[in-house]
């Protein structure tokens, strides 16, 4: 069904992965690679296993559901409709909203608040500036198209994961756009430059780098860093990014044709497998 | 205002079904949608849920944290319970804090569970000044009415699949468990809604916007356990015993559907 450039691991369950002792990680010194596999299983340019499925709700205008490794992300768009409030209208054109938040169980830790806070609060707007650029919201003056993303599961890269979904969404909500946008992060991990770092890898990491780029544009359109990284590194990096954006893509495409294809009952059939 | 002119349209029309004894999707005045209820749907958690009732979609995961015993239950464990309206679930759900519907339904939810006494709060105690809050959650993800009945069926599978985490020195080992959460017993609720003097149950999105009262009652074996009347309209005694009984009987179904 779909055609894969880049080589997915089977997502083992590592008992193993679970019970790592993260402050004794840290004094032991205990390695994130070892013999040129990552903790679990993956070679440096390997993503996590992903599946991607488009119009996976009934009430919202578009939607879609991600699953990353670990991450599990449902997104629903509705709009163009009526901005509220309203004096935030533009007569320009469409305002958009996106909104970024993680269930209260979401993690493998501890209970969460729910509701935003100050981290999601900056991924909403660096996905509203993202989706700006690439929606024709000159079409829809005075109005709002609101992206709403919810994490399920988090287990590391969660905001790609979730642009990767608003994506689909906004395609399956019918909103005219001038490209996709593909989102994926690189990393830097025991001085190698790998993608897509899971949760460890992003916790003990030197360096974690989001990208998202327009499908065909190959734009850069999300940017974010924190850690040290070289030039050189940084150009691995990106090589590593825009092959797995280019496979991304493809998942994303196919899960909207998927829409025209699939029956009712085999889509449930595919909804929130776990 | 969308919602409100959809519905003053479907309301005619419902009614005119209702007089022919028929509803929008077919089914008879006393039947559910149909149930499906995946178990273990956010691994995270400490147990986790998922329920569709007809479209109706929620998920429900518990969490534990570590926290002081209230004042009046000093050797009892903590449960709170939320219900998060997701804005993608409906176009009629906003971003913000909860709203009264959200913890209407999160309190009714919870009544029903505590006042039947299934979980022993007791063994959630770990010393004296410290106690386990079980944090019970249920995000909507889509909305087609009847959020009551299927928040609980969540909840119920959740909490039966729930496992106790390792404390050590005051403090929660994530990932570590001790053995299953005691549930000694299943709650269900079932809801109905009456439109011009016709009893649902089970009542779908239009059938709640045309409605003019809606009631829950939570059930466990034979007995009632909670319940809950809402909107402006008004019950007869009559109406309120032949409900009573049809939640009895629905009772033994919706235990199924969560025992799987």
Redesign the interface.
């Known amino acids: 069904m779909m055609v894969s450039s880049m080589n997915q691991v089977s997502e083992t369950q590592n008992p193993k992965l679970?019970?790592v002792d993260f402050m004794a990680k840290k004094k032991d010194g205990l390695k994130l690679i070892v013999d040129g596999k990552r903790l679990d299983g993956r070679a440096a340019d390997q993503l996590r296993p992903v599946r991607i499925e488009a119009h996976v709700?009934?009430?919202?205008n578009g939607?879609a559901y991600v699953e990353w490794g670990?991450n599990?992300v449902?997104?629903?768009v509705?709009g163009p409709?009526e901005c509220?409030p309203k004096h935030d209208a533009s007569p320009y054109g469409a305002l958009i909203k996106c909104?970024y938040t993680m269930?209260?169980?979401?993690?493998?830790?501890?209970?969460g608040r729910?509701?935003p806070n100050r981290r999601s609060i900056e991924i909403s707007k660096v996905m509203t500036d993202a989706f700006k650029s690439v929606i024709f919201t000159e079409y829809y003056p005075k109005t709002q198209i609101?992206v709403?993303?919810?994490v399920?599961?988090?287990?590391g890269g969660t905001r790609c994961a979730a642009i990767n979904a608003a994506s689909v969404a906004l395609v399956d909500a019918g909103i005219p756009m001038r490209d996709m946008v593909t989102a994926v992060a690189f990393a830097k991990v025991d001085d190698q430059i790998v993608i897509d770092a899971a949760k460890e890898e992003d916790n003990f990491g030197q360096a974690d780098v989001p990208v998202a780029i327009g499908a065909n544009s190959k734009e850069i359109l999300l940017l974010q860093m924190d850690g040290i990284l070289s030039k050189e590194e940084m150009q691995q990096g990106m090589e590593y990014a825009y092959s797995a954006a280019e496979y991304l893509h493809r998942l994303q495409k196919d899960a909207l044709e998927r829409v025209f294809t699939t029956t009712a009952q085999e889509k449930?059939e595919t909804f929130?497998r776990? | 205002m969308m919602v409100e002119v959809l519905g003053a349209i479907k309301k005619e029309t419902l009614k005119a079904f209702l007089v022919k004894q028929e509803r929008f999707d077919g089914r008879k005045f006393d039947e559910y949608r149909p149930i499906e209820i995946?178990q273990?749907?956010?691994?995270?958690?400490e147990g986790?849920a998922?329920v569709?009732l007809g479209?109706s979609q929620v998920?429900c995961?518990?969490?534990?944290?570590v926290g002081a015993p209230y004042a009046d239950t000093p050797d009892e464990g903590v449960l709170s319970t939320?219900v998060?309206l997701?804005?993608?679930?409906?176009?009629t759900f906003?971003?913000g804090?909860p709203s009264p519907e959200a913890i209407e339904l999160g309190r009714v939810v919870d009544r029903g569970i505590r006042s039947a006494k299934i979980i022993d709060m007791g063994k959630l105690k770990i010393d004296d000044e410290h106690v386990l809050?079980l944090?019970l959650?249920m995000?909507v993800?889509?909305?087609?009415g009847n959020l009551f009945d299927a928040c609980t069926m969540a909840a119920m599978r959740a909490l039966l699949d729930t496992q106790l985490p390792k404390v050590e020195e005051g403090k929660?080992i994530?990932?570590?468990h001790t053995g299953k959460l005691d549930v000694s017993g299943i709650v269900t609720t079932s809801t109905f809604a009456k439109i011009d003097g016709s009893l649902l149950l089970d009542p779908t999105l239009d059938e709640q916007l045309a409605m003019d009262t809606r009631l829950t009652i939570g059930v466990m074996g034979d007995k009632a356990v909670s319940m809950q009347k809402g909107l402006s309209g008004a019950l007869t005694r009559e109406e309120l015993f032949q409900l009573l009984d049809i939640a009895k009987a629905k009772h033994g179904e919706l235990v199924k559907y969560i025992n799987l």
């Open positions: 679970l019970k709700l009934n009430d919202a939607s670990k599990r449902l997104a629903g509705y409709q509220i909104r269930a209260s169980f979401c993690s493998l830790e501890e209970h729910s509701g609101a709403f993303v919810e399920l599961q988090s287990d449930k929130l776990m | 995946q273990n749907a956010a691994p995270n958690a986790s998922l569709h479209k998920l995961g518990i969490k534990f944290g939320m998060e997701l804005p993608l679930a409906s176009f906003e971003p804090p809050m944090y959650d995000y993800l889509d909305h087609d929660i994530f990932g570590e």
